[in-house]
């Protein structure tokens, strides 16, 4: 019996190239998985309506909002967050910067920011605010409360006006992450230079 030396096993090679193909596809899936994650859960994009977070944000400025920044803490103060608003027309996204925490008492007298009877040290470059609004007298937060202010302390609505109020967490839809015209990260922004 003679052996035919040119005929080879076919068998490994298909068997490499079948399993190079489904890891090929898989690759494939993980990738358009985690872009479909990142662009319906994790990350979304919006435009700062307004000039209440000057000189922090501008109007029309496009933020990046990490949806997913809360899902292992809760919101700090000084955050800059993204929040549905709703009135009886329609449904919009706001942006303030967090100033009182659940369960603390907020009240503004004199241009300034008191929580739980002691004045707030800010990070952040602010004029002292003229109108205090409902803070004129203490704000008692609950448990899933918020107390926010925009930047632009005298020319924002936000948690000192009836219309706005208090923002509970479920409304809170992320951290406004990322300026994209002039790239910075938006917490970074309108910080004070500490004095040396």
Do not use: C
């Amino acid at each position: 019996m003679r052996y035919d030396f040119e005929k080879e096993d076919k068998g490994p090679v298909v068997k490499k190239v079948i399993l190079s193909l489904i890891i090929w596809f898989a690759e494939i899936a993980a990738v358009v998985g985690l872009a479909y994650f990142i662009a319906n859960y994790a990350l979304e994009k919006t435009v700062m309506p307004g000039d209440s977070m000057e000189k922090t944000l501008m109007d029309q400025d496009k933020i990046i909002i990490n949806k997913f920044s809360y899902v292992f803490h809760q919101p700090r103060r000084f955050d800059v967050i993204v929040f549905k608003q709703s009135d009886k027309e329609h449904s919009y996204l706001n942006v303030k910067r967090i100033i009182g925490l659940p369960g603390e008492t907020v009240q503004i007298k004199e241009g300034k920011i008191y929580i739980n009877g002691e004045p707030l040290t800010e990070k952040i470059v602010n004029d002292p605010i003229e109108n205090p609004g409902l803070a004129e007298e203490e704000i008692k937060l609950d448990e899933n409360e918020f107390f926010v202010l925009g930047d632009n302390r005298n020319n924002s609505e936000d948690s000192r006006f009836a219309n706005v109020g208090n923002i509970v967490s479920g409304d809170i839809l992320g951290k406004a992450w990322i300026r994209q015209n002039g790239f910075a990260f938006i917490n970074k922004l309108n910080i004070a230079k500490e004095e040396e």
